[in-house]
């Protein structure tokens, strides 16, 4: 064999990659796109749970804009805005598939004669 081809043929196989090191290389970068892929999963649930949580929240603010809007001296003591004593008034809206429930109850301050809303919004956990 030339010189100059024996010189090549060892050069080429100093560059070149063995299955082996191809194979663990392959390993290592599954390992790695595996565990990036977990982290996203891992994220994905609490992302939805604090979506529905901000959702909710905008529904309450909603709500209390729209008994906002109503207060009239006229109808003060009837309707949505009448003092309720255990039974709360309750409103149901669905957003994106998920039902939000939003349950108030009016009191009024004995001492100031002023009213306040206890506003609750209640909706399905994520599973």
């Known amino acids: 064999m030339p010189i100059n081809l024996k010189m090549r043929i060892h050069y080429l196989n100093l560059r070149a990659f063995s299955y082996v090191e191809a ?66 008034h309750v409103k149901t809206k669905t957003i994106n598939g998920v039902i939000y429930k939003a349950s108030y109850h009016v009191s009024e301050d004995p001492e100031t004669g002023s009213r306040k809303v206890d506003l609750s919004v209640d909706w399905p956990d994520i599973q």
Do not use: C, F, H
Request: aromatic share 4%.
């Open 23 to 88: 194979i663990i290389a392959t390993a290592i970068l599954g390992i790695a796109v595996v565990g990036i892929l977990m982290t996203v999963a891992s994220i994905k649930k609490p992302a939805a749970k604090t979506d529905r949580a901000l959702v909710a929240a905008y529904y309450g603010q909603e709500v209390l804009e729209n008994l906002r809007a109503k207060v009239d001296a006229r109808d003060w003591d009837s309707g949505e805005l009448a003092i309720t004593s255990t039974t709360p």
